[in-house]
């Protein structure tokens, strides 16, 4: 029998790319989802079998991995993650799973400042403790974050001072992603740092955008006080603001910051750039987007 790969959150960034890479290369793909609507359509068109499923569901996560080859989990930054990865690792160690790609964040940690980064590292320890295979992912921050948290008045309002960071593209983790999921052997066991191209603060990100686009981007620093206040504003709920305000004093600290090989080693390409990444998604900017990368 064919391998069977499964993807987990794939109509969020991560996972739809990974559909569709796998997809590209004829792979057999199961899309698990939280939802039908259009993107899960646009799924089943590229040949990826659709299914819905909540991941707090221990039956439906149970049919998820049944007859799987290895899998991609991910979880949004909500609460339930111990609990969701808990009921994945049961249901992957029951049906057999060789291997487990399981998306976690750079700042996982014990002694982390944000519930959902302490989460994630206990939620690795949960994934590592189970008889399946598993590669840890700890990507920085998203180069989607660049179009999420862009105002129309051509800022971005961040809390970040000085720090610095490579951003990394959703496309470019995917590809990562995808190559262990094919090749799962020789990643067992490791922990993967992902960045993108270059290391940047957000003065020199605001200036590759410009580039980019043809017109000015400034970044604007801003307190946590205001930035927690800007994502009440936006409808974000109080586990995330506490997240995002935590992360924002690591990325200060340099938790964020760093570059490596990764993703051209593993996945195959270069990282894209900022000023890459910007051009490609002009129209987000153009039409004043704010989608959100959770």
Same mark, same amino acid.
């Given at each position: 029998?064919?391998?069977?790969?499964?993807?987990?959150?794939?109509?969020?960034?991560?996972?739809?790319?990974?559909?569709?890479?796998?997809?590209?290369?004829?792979?057999?793909?199961?899309?698990?989802?939280?939802?039908?609507?259009?993107?899960?359509?646009?799924?089943?068109?590229?040949?990826?079998?659709?299914?819905?499923?909540?991941?707090?569901?221990?039956?439906?996560?149970?049919?998820?991995?049944?007859?799987?080859?290895?899998?991609?989990?991910?979880?949004?930054?909500?609460?339930?993650?111990?609990?969701?990865?808990?009921?994945?690792?049961?249901?992957?160690?029951?049906?057999?799973?060789?291997?487990?790609?399981?998306?976690?964040?750079?700042?996982?940690?014990?002694?982390?400042?944000?519930?959902?980064?302490?989460?994630?590292?206990?939620?690795?320890?949960?994934?590592?403790?189970?008889?399946?295979?598993? @590669?840890?992912?700890?990507?920085?921050?998203?180069?989607?974050?660049? *179009?999420?948290?862009?105002?129309?008045?051509?800022?971005?309002?961040?809390?970040?001072?000085?720090?610095?960071?490579?951003?990394?593209?959703?496309?470019?983790?995917?590809? /990562?992603?995808?190559?262990?999921?094919?090749?799962?052997?020789?990643?067992?066991?490791?922990?993967? %740092?992902?960045?993108?191209?270059?290391?940047?603060?957000?003065?020199?990100?605001?200036?590759?955008?410009?580039?980019?686009? &043809? %017109?000015?981007?400034?970044? /604007?620093?801003?307190?946590?006080?205001?930035? &927690?206040?800007?994502?009440?504003?936006?409808?974000? &709920?109080?586990?995330? *603001?506490?997240?995002?305000?935590?992360?924002? /004093?690591?990325?200060?600290?340099?938790?964020?910051?760093?570059?490596?090989?990764?993703?051209?080693?593993? &996945?195959?390409?270069?990282?894209?750039?900022?000023?890459?990444?910007? @051009? %490609?998604?002009?129209?987000?900017?153009?039409?004043?987007?704010? @989608?959100?990368?959770?």
């Amino acid at each position: 029998m064919a391998d069977l790969f499964l993807v987990t959150g794939a109509t969020g960034k991560t996972g739809a790319y990974a559909v569709r890479q796998l997809r590209d290369r004829d792979a057999p793909v199961r899309a698990l989802v939280h939802r039908a609507d259009a993107r899960s359509a646009e799924l089943a068109a590229a040949g990826a079998e659709v299914m819905v499923a909540d991941l707090l569901d221990p039956a439906a996560v149970s049919a998820a991995t049944r007859d799987v080859t290895a899998a991609y989990f991910t979880y949004p930054i909500i609460p339930g993650l111990l609990e969701a990865t808990t009921i994945f690792a049961q249901a992957a160690a029951e049906a057999r799973v060789a291997a487990v790609v399981n998306m976690s964040q750079i700042s996982a940690r014990r002694e982390a400042g944000s519930h959902a980064a302490r989460q994630h590292w206990l939620a690795e320890r949960v994934l590592d403790w189970s008889p399946v295979a598993v @590669t840890h992912l700890r990507p920085t921050f998203f180069a989607e974050w660049l *179009i999420s948290f862009y105002q129309p008045d051509g800022t971005l309002r961040l809390p970040f001072g000085d720090g610095r960071h490579a951003p990394i593209a959703a496309e470019d983790q995917a590809r /990562v992603i995808t190559a262990i999921l094919r090749e799962p052997a020789p990643h067992a066991g490791r922990v993967y %740092r992902l960045f993108g191209h270059e290391e940047l603060n957000h003065h020199e990100i605001a200036a590759e955008m410009s580039a980019a686009l &043809g %017109r000015e981007v400034r970044y /604007v620093p801003v307190s946590l006080d205001e930035f &927690g206040e800007q994502l009440r504003d936006r409808g974000f &709920g109080e586990h995330i *603001i506490q997240h995002l305000r935590a992360v924002a /004093v690591d990325y200060r600290n340099g938790v964020f910051a760093g570059t490596n090989d990764v993703v051209r080693t593993i &996945g195959g390409t270069e990282p894209m750039s900022v000023r890459e990444f910007v @051009t %490609r998604n002009k129209q987000y900017y153009d039409d004043r987007s704010t @989608t959100a990368v959770w």
